[in-house]
Nanobody, 121 residues
Framework: EVQLVESGGGLVQPGGSLRLSCAAS????????MSWVRQAPGKGLEWVSAINWNGDSTYYAESMKGRFTISRDSAKNTLNLQMNSLKSEDTAVYYC??????????????WGQGTQVTVSS
């Protein structure tokens, strides 16, 4: 059974940092691309970042470039998101997601429960 469990969210001041983690199980972690997606209060889903199967290619939404860093740890089967220079508009529930196919990273079939990030002074 595929399981994705996010952690690391919390309250942080503007300009601060947080590191999110996603513990993955139930599939061969190193075969699949992974993504972070977020949902702000009252808003729709917004794609944040993606990483390919071995971590040598990363992708970011424009507003996250230079501030967020996605990574993966094969030994621990975890996906990470280092978030720096946080802004109030980064307040959202952050989800990790698994690519549906080993050959593509544009469709996702499993999502975690999400972790809340609140940026406020």
């Amino acid at each position: 059974e595929v399981q994705l469990v996010e952690s690391g969210g919390g309250l942080v001041q503007p300009g601060g940092s947080l590191r999110l983690s996603c513990a993955a199980s139930g599939f061969i972690f190193d075969d699949y691309a992974m993504s972070w997606v977020r949902q702000a209060p009252g808003k729709g889903l917004e794609w944040v970042s993606a990483i390919n199967w071995n971590g040598d290619s990363t992708y970011y939404a424009e507003s996250m470039k230079g501030r967020f860093t996605i990574s993966r740890d094969s030994a621990k089967n975890t996906l990470n998101l280092q978030m720096n220079s946080l802004k109030s508009e980064d307040t959202a529930v952050y989800y990790c997601a698994k690519a549906a196919l080993v050959t593509r990273g544009d469709e996702y079939d499993y999502w975690g429960q999400g972790t809340q990030v609140t940026v406020s002074s």
